[in-house]
């Protein structure tokens, strides 16, 4: 093999832009993108600004209902998932001896993800990556952010809306509130649909604050100046039995519902508005794209 002569150049986009790139073209929007990654927005349109400053020419249409490809940002989005790919492959051959080496992984999920899918993920996880353990703790969103900016967890899934600037973040999956009674809630009998103002009038069980259901409940009912709540809980299950025990109005994720709603324990309230489907999000400590079976974890939970 010949000697190696080959410079960088300094215009050479780093791998992390490319895949910020990719993240805004599948997304739709530069603030979309952005929340996949974890990245702020103005850091996000700062990093395109200077890879549309390499390339030489406009990549993305920027409009108000988002931002569209340009004909040469088409090729450039082929060309950088062609090299993310390569990059992954790359990382596979640098771990090419890991089937003999045991990871251990510290992991920690919100309620939610833990109760509704988590066990899923971790079942394949494991056929996948048998050589891997890992311990694993149920927190709410908070806490499993806490611990991630400590280092003492390397994986986390929260259902926050809102992460905090320089933290490792994916996004994997999404998920929506509803609102649930029981059966023999005035709601139930409801012939249209509830309004924001009457839900935010009526006391609710909720979840404790720090729980990602909890601040997205508040996101939703901003500007509505709700009244307080008729109980506070720590679990979505307590939360559950409480509203099929008829103490109250709830807002949960569909996810951690699906089966009471199903069976009819609980009843779905339909909102007079489009409920914003919410992130449900892998942050991670170390290196900005993870390696190892922590990746294999990601990539799992984001099929």
């Known amino acids: 093999m010949g ?32 929340r996949r990654v974890g990245m702020a927005q103005p850091n996000a349109s700062k990093l395109m600004r200077q890879l549309e400053a390499a390339a030489g020419t406009t990549l993305l249409q920027r409009g108000p209902r988002g931002s569209q490809l340009t004909a040469r940002g088409a090729t450039v989005l082929t060309a950088a ?20 080496r045991v990871e251990d992984i510290r992991v920690a999920a919100s ?62 999956a999404e998920d929506e509130l509803v609102v649930i009674v029981s059966s023999d809630h005035p709601w139930a009998e409801l012939s249209g649909r509830l309004s924001l103002e ?20 508040e996101q939703m009912l901003v500007g509505c100046d709700p009244v307080p709540p008729a109980q506070v809980l720590h679990s979505n299950t307590a939360v559950r039995t409480g509203v099929a025990s008829g103490a109250g109005p709830a807002v949960l994720s569909q996810l951690a519902v699906a089966s009471q ?31 190892g079976a922590l990746a294999e974890l990601v990539e799992i939970a984001a099929r």
Do not use: C
């Open 198 to 217: 009457e839900l935010a009038r009526t006391p609710l069980i909720v979840r404790e604050r720090g729980s990602g259901t909890r601040e997205a409940l």
């Open 3 to 34: 000697a190696y002569d080959w410079h960088m150049p300094p215009s050479f986009p780093d791998l992390p832009t490319l895949e910020l790139f990719v993240a805004i073209a599948e997304a739709g929007s530069i603030g979309s993108g952005a």
């Open 81 to 100: 998932q062609a090299l993310l790919a390569q990059a992954h492959a790359f990382d596979s051959t640098l771990r090419a001896d890991d089937d003999r």
């Open 111 to 172: 309620m939610t993800v833990a109760e509704s899918l988590l066990p899923r993920w971790m079942a394949q996880w494991r056929r996948e990556v048998p050589q891997a353990r890992t311990t694993l703790e149920v927190l709410n969103s908070s806490e499993v952010i806490a611990k991630i900016k400590l280092s003492e967890i390397d994986l986390g899934f929260v259902e926050t809306p809102q992460l905090p600037v320089g933290i490792n973040a994916s996004v994997v």
């Open 261 to 291: 709603l199903a069976t009819g324990e609980v009843l779905q309230v339909p909102l007079d508005i489009t409920v914003p489907r919410r992130p449900l999000t892998a942050v991670w400590s170390g290196a900005r794209i993870p390696v």
